[in-house]
């Protein structure tokens, strides 16, 4: 049952991530200008990463309780790190560097996490397989 849930969890990380990767973050640049597209980015996402993060951190509890120690374990313990490095460490980098003009330290570290994002949705689908 415990193995059921966390599949279903696993699945509800991947479709917040899709979500808000293919939805709600063009969407919000098309529709509001500029200064209330980042208004509300900075608002949101910080949820965004926290949610994820609990989940994947009751997964990462649900693996502990079965003592299953494979590497889907470590591949939801890589996402749940990374989950919380983008928003305790980049999200408040980026936002400096959006804030100070440092256009070329924004652009690598947004991409950065970009990249953080797809593998952390690379690693769900090898999970769920």
């Known amino acids: ?8 969890m696993v699945s509800m ?19 509001l ?4 597209s980042r208004k ?3 608002k949101i996402f910080p949820y965004y990463y926290n949610v994820n993060f609990v989940i994947s951190f009751l997964i990462l509890i649900f ?12 591949l939801i313990l890589t996402v749940t790190i990374l989950f919380a490095l983008s928003n305790y ?7 400096k560097y ?3 003009n440092q256009d070329k330290k924004f652009k690598y570290s947004h991409f950065f996490s970009v990249v953080i994002n ?3 949705m690379i690693f769900l689908v090898i999970i769920l397989i």
Do not use: C, H, W
């Open 89 to 95: 460490v980049l999200m408040p980098l980026i936002n």
């Open 118 to 120: 797809f593998i952390q």
């Open 33 to 36: 200008n500029e200064e209330n």
């Open 40 to 42: 509300f980015i900075r």
């Open 13 to 31: 990380v991947l479709g917040v991530m899709l979500f808000f990767s293919f939805v709600v973050a063009p969407v919000t640049f098309t529709v």
């Open 98 to 100: 959006r804030d100070e």
């Open 1 to 8: 049952m415990i193995a059921q849930i966390s599949t279903y």
């Open 63 to 74: 693996f502990i309780i079965q003592k299953t120690f494979s590497l889907n374990f470590y």
